[in-house]
């Protein structure tokens, strides 16, 4: 902790933690990157605008990151800190004569607008009115204060403390602090047994053996690239771009056919993101020549405790979870491998992502930029309705925004939708490394190996390989 002035205030600052490392560093040596996520949450009824105005304030008031600023002091070093609570002007904009088509493109123009950096608010908050009887609120925040599962608790506790204020139903639950989380996690990183028990383990976890790269699109990229550079052998592939122009396609699974998958889930007790995982590396092996090595980078939460599930701010770290699977394994057994791997890495998450990167270029040297994974993704189980069975039972609808780039070739989010909990699949994909229709032809066969594998869980993946 360091004391610095802040415009004549002398406020308590704390260093970066490594997940918020992640995305300074991002914008750092890619100017052209814009860390700001946009979501709309919109509900189907006549909204009292005063009483959500309220309501957003109140949340200002529970959520700490949704006044967390940052200062860089005399030696260029970034801090961090909260400042005290402000009712910021909470505009309305009305978009019930327009398409709603063109709200949705006007809010996607909000989102790529970048904050200020320095002393400035790092989120802002719109109401909104939208055609067909939706209102709602519009909410820009930059990634380096908020993930989705805060933004996700945010848009929660506003619509619960609204639907208190209207109907008087129960406020929402209190939250917790987000400065104690930060020493935590500060403490850990500061070279603590614990950090050094896990930065064991993943360099152990590096030298087993060089991963191969397998490509969403094929093995056009990393054949290219040997030729470039005269190396058969190399497994690596640069995926790093100077156009991060990006843009998002969303694909709906019909309620039905995400409710099958979800009971395999449940009557295999495996977790969905095993099952999408499974997925995933399936369809990298067919396309990839039927490569038994995949790599797919998955988003860890770190939402564990009480703490750190309710204190807000972003703490999302990805790792690579690698499998090496023979023809004649079962896709439900493949599913179990990735389900142990998944808690292998877990138990060692908090160390940092940079840091891991770092270690695994010193023990297989490639050029700057270089992966071995093609793909990240994360499934985000958290729904509105989770833990609020008392509030009236209203139609509504929720959107995540493009802000127009992405440093990375292909993102996949999975998320239920509010409306009948189905499973939307959303791409965000550079547009230089891959076009929409790529996109819909790999969710084609996503959902092929998908519903291969749950229709009969002995079937092994060989069999699946040939089936699609």
């Not at 991060?244 to 019909?254: G, H, R």
Request: proline letters at 6%.
């Amino acid at each position: 902790m360091k004391e610095l002035n802040v415009n004549g205030a002398v406020m308590k600052c704390y260093p970066l933690c490594a997940a918020q490392k992640l995305h300074y560093y991002t914008i750092k040596f890619c100017p052209a990157q814009v860390l700001c996520i946009g979501t709309g949450l919109y509900v189907q009824q006549d909204v009292d605008f005063g009483l959500l105005k309220q309501a957003i304030y109140k949340g200002y008031e529970m959520f700490e990151t949704m006044r967390l600023r940052f200062i860089e002091d005399e030696n260029g070093e970034v801090f961090q800190y909260i400042t005290p609570f402000e009712e910021r002007d909470i505009p309305l904009c009305d978009f019930s004569d327009r398409s709603e088509e063109d709200a949705h493109n006007e809010m996607r123009k909000w989102t790529a607008l970048p904050f200020a950096r320095y002393n400035s608010p790092m989120n802002q908050v719109i109401m909104i009115k939208l055609p067909n009887g939706y209102n709602g609120i519009y909410l820009k925040v930059d990634h380096m204060t908020m993930d989705s599962s805060a933004i996700v608790g945010f848009n929660r506790a506003v619509l619960e403390t609204y639907c208190s204020l209207r109907y008087g139903t129960p406020m929402p639950k209190p939250l917790k602090p987000y400065i104690p989380q930060l020493e935590k996690d500060l403490a850990y990183e500061a070279d603590s047994p614990a950090r050094k028990r896990d930065e064991e383990f993943w360099l152990n976890e590096i030298k087993k053996s060089e991963p191969m790269y397998t490509d969403f699109a094929g093995q056009g990229r990393l054949l290219t690239q040997r030729r470039e550079n005269n190396n058969p052998n190399q497994k690596w592939a640069m995926v790093i771009s100077r156009s991060p122009e990006a843009s998002i396609s969303v694909f709906s699974l019909e309620k039905d056919a995400s409710m099958r998958l979800m009971k395999f889930c449940e009557l295999n007790n495996v977790p969905m993101a095993s099952l999408l995982l499974m997925g995933l590396r399936t369809v990298l092996s067919k396309f990839n020549d039927d490569e038994k090595d995949v790599s797919v980078k998955s988003c860890v939460a770190r939402r564990g405790t009480l703490s750190e599930k309710y204190s807000g701010g972003t703490r999302v770290h990805f790792f690579p979870v690698r499998t090496i699977m023979e023809p004649d394994m079962t896709f439900l057994d493949g599913i179990h491998m990735i389900q142990a791997e998944q808690s292998r890495i877990f138990r060692h998450a908090n160390y940092d992502p940079i840091e891991y990167m770092a270690k695994r270029r010193e023990v297989y040297p490639t050029q700057p930029g270089a992966s071995y994974e093609s793909i990240s993704l994360t499934y985000q189980p958290l729904t509105i309705n989770e833990d609020t069975q008392e509030m009236p039972d209203v139609p509504y609808k929720s959107m995540w925004y493009t802000n127009g780039v992405a440093g990375q070739p292909l993102y996949l989010t999975v998320m239920h939708r509010p409306e009948d909990n189905g499973l939307n699949f959303n791409f965000e994909y550079r547009k230089d490394a891959v076009t929409e229709y790529e996109m819909e032809y790999f969710y084609y066969y996503l959902c092929r190996v998908l519903f291969r594998g749950i229709e009969d869980e002995n079937r092994t993946i060989g069999k699946i390989l040939e089936m699609i």
